[in-house]
């Protein structure tokens, strides 16, 4: 919760300077709640409106688990060869 | 465990940190599966969230109070807050179709726990209780180690 503020700011600009994909590792994040699911949403749609494309890597089972819980899996790119090329 | 554990903090999201690690150590004591563990972690975690959001209406230092019972089979907190009492039938889970602010953890805390209540039979604030059954996660995780 204390977070996803933070990571929403360090986020938003990068849609708008770079005309690239914006790849998250979170391989450091051990936990997340709702307020970080939704702020990586919220990333997300930026990404589809912006035509940018928005990809998570190394989850931790911790984050895994709360992907699974919200579905939402599926809907987010997470694969690792994301980071090649 | 007879002798149920207590802690209380400021409804501060900075010390959110402390009540998942204390309910860490606690549930690890009690050989919980890892799981489960973060599954209770997160029920806890997001009902202090909502405390801090709906109850004191921002960040503050109002006492969050969680009470923590712990049996073989049996896991319950009670989590008391002193703000604006809560009208659990407004309380509506988000569809995961629709991530939106608010709703989200509310679904969390349906999808994982048993039994879910609302007290605001006081003067002031909400006993919140949540309830699961940890014998059933056990066999269910056990199983799964089998396979």
């Not at chain 1, 994040?29 to 990586?40: K, P």
């Not at chain 2, 969390?108 to 909400?126: A, L, P």
């Amino acid at each position: 919760m204390s977070s996803s503020t933070k990571v929403r700011d360090i986020l938003a600009p990068l849609f708008q300077e770079y005309n690239k994909a914006i790849i998250v590792d979170l391989s450091g994040v051990s936990y997340i709640d709702s307020s970080g699911i939704v702020t990586l949403v919220e990333e997300l749609q930026w990404s589809h409106s912006s035509q940018n494309k928005f990809r998570l890597v190394s989850l931790t089972p911790g984050v895994k688990d709360v992907f699974e819980i919200t579905r939402l899996l599926t809907v987010f790119d997470t694969k690792e060869e994301a980071l090649v090329g | 465990m007879s002798q149920p554990i207590k802690l209380s903090i400021p409804s501060h999201p900075k010390y959110l940190g402390l009540i998942r690690k204390v309910l860490q150590e606690l549930l690890d004591y009690h050989k919980t599966p890892e799981e489960t563990e973060r599954h209770l972690i997160l029920c806890v975690d997001e009902a202090c969230s909502n405390v801090i959001k709906h109850g004191y209406g921002g960040p503050c230092e109002e006492p969050i109070e969680a009470t923590f019972h712990i049996d073989s089979d049996d896991f319950k907190v009670q989590i008391r807050d002193y703000g604006k009492q809560c009208d659990s039938s407004q309380i509506k889970p988000r569809c995961v179709n629709e991530i939106k602010p608010g709703g989200l953890g509310t679904h969390f805390i349906n999808e994982i726990m048993d039994d879910v209540s609302y007290c605001t039979e006081r003067v002031k604030g909400t006993l919140f209780t949540m309830a699961k059954k940890l014998k059933r996660e056990l066999t269910s995780a056990q199983e799964k180690n089998k396979e």
